[in-house]
């Protein structure tokens, strides 16, 4: 039907309409066809060159031809527009889930309950991230703090990295000390301290879930290297802990921890002046019922900075120089003492 209507209005005049265009007019419901005024004698203006005239010019009234041009680009703008409107039809979105009765529980929407029960919270920190041994070193002592829910009882061991120990017996003969014997360990720690918010024996009596080891139950787990009578190893490992709480790396006294407003706690944590290198291992404990309910480790790094570092990273990397060097070290001072003295 477009079609028609376009052919229609630029369909070329027809003798029988008097060369006019036909428009295509609604009156009271039914259509009626009116031809246009075809332009008359008086629109043309004709001069031939016997009146004078040298060329021959004609003058259109353009009217009615620029009012159907009119007619037609508001038609064209209305369909753009209409197709225009017919394409911004906007999607409908994603229909939300209807509630369900009696069905299976969606998996992916959390349930308002938990059907378990969480873990207590324990959180632990430590002053110092690590140790620091340099050449003023005279031993340090750290805090431990913390948070955990009520109730419970805090237990903290500080061990420190394992290692092979070698114990020498030294025996008195014929008015000397000589070495008689020695026996080397395996999985020794280098430091082990425990401390406690109650009584350790109290707690360690209740079965405490087989984790937390007093001193005498952890050096009962460390393997020798030669396999001697029991009793043997049984002296050796007493030597053992001797030489260790002489140095203060096996604290014969457990320490104390510190709980206030019910939910903080607190410890002080002791390093001796001759604290072997290495990652030591804090963990805290939070007992319920002499059952280990929750657990939180914090690694702490210690070792040597500044000059001192360097000068024991040079003795093991390049040991042949660093002896040469301390003997050339020591003949020199020697000899600069020397005649010093003498020039007194």
């Known amino acids: ?50 009146s004078g005239g040298g060329t021959n010019n004609k003058t259109i009234n353009n009217k009615p031809r620029l009012g159907v041009v009119g007619i037609v680009a508001a038609f064209l703008l209305c ?23 009696g069905g299976p529980a969606d998996s992916s929407v959390p349930p308002s309950v938990p059907s378990a029960p969480t873990v207590p919270e324990l959180i632990v920190d430590l002053s ?20 955990f829910d009520p109730p419970g009882e805090i237990v903290v061991v500080v061990q420190g990295p394992p290692a092979r120990e070698t114990v020498l017996r030294k025996e008195r003969f014929l ?7 020695r026996q080397s360990f395996d999985d020794v720690p280098a430091y082990y301290f425990i401390a406690a918010s109650a009584p350790l024996q109290r707690l360690l009596a209740r079965g405490a879930g087989g984790e937390i080891l ?3 139950d952890r050096l009962a787990s460390i393997r020798p290297v030669r396999w001697r009578s029991a009793e043997e190893l049984a002296k050796f490992r007493g030597g ?23 939910r903080l706690f607190r410890a002080e944590l002791p390093f001796p002046s001759r604290l072997p290198e290495g990652v030591y291992d804090v963990r805290a404990y939070l007992l319920r019922e002499g059952r280990i309910v929750a657990a939180v480790s914090r690694p ?10 360097q000068l024991a990273g040079w003795s093991r990397q390049e040991g042949t120089l ?9 003949l020199t001072v020697g000899w600069l003492g020397g005649a010093v003295m003498r020039r007194l």
Do not use: H
Request: aromatic content about 8%; some cysteine.
């Open 1 to 50: 039907m477009r079609a028609s209507f376009l052919e229609f209005l630029f369909k070329p005049p027809s003798p029988a309409c008097g060369g006019g265009v036909g428009v295509l007019r609604r009156r009271r419901g039914r259509d009626a066809r009116s031809p246009l005024p075809s332009p008359s004698v008086a629109d043309y203006r004709a001069t031939s060159p016997a």
């Open 79 to 101: 369909l753009v527009a209409t197709a225009a409107a017919a394409q911004r039809v906007e999607r409908p979105g994603p229909a939300l889930p209807g509630p369900s009765l």
């Open 128 to 147: 110092q991230a690590r140790v620091s041994i340099t050449s003023a070193f005279q031993g340090e002592s750290l805090l431990l703090f913390g948070m």
């Open 175 to 181: 008015g000397l000390w000589l070495n008689t014997g």
């Open 214 to 216: 007093s001193l005498d």
């Open 240 to 262: 053992l802990v001797e030489v260790k709480r002489r140095e203060d790396l096996y604290p014969a006294a457990f320490g104390q921890v510190t709980v206030q407003a019910g």
């Open 300 to 309: 702490l790094p210690v070792g040597k900075v500044g000059f001192n570092a």
């Open 322 to 330: 660093y002896g040469i060097g301390a003997i050339v070290m020591a």
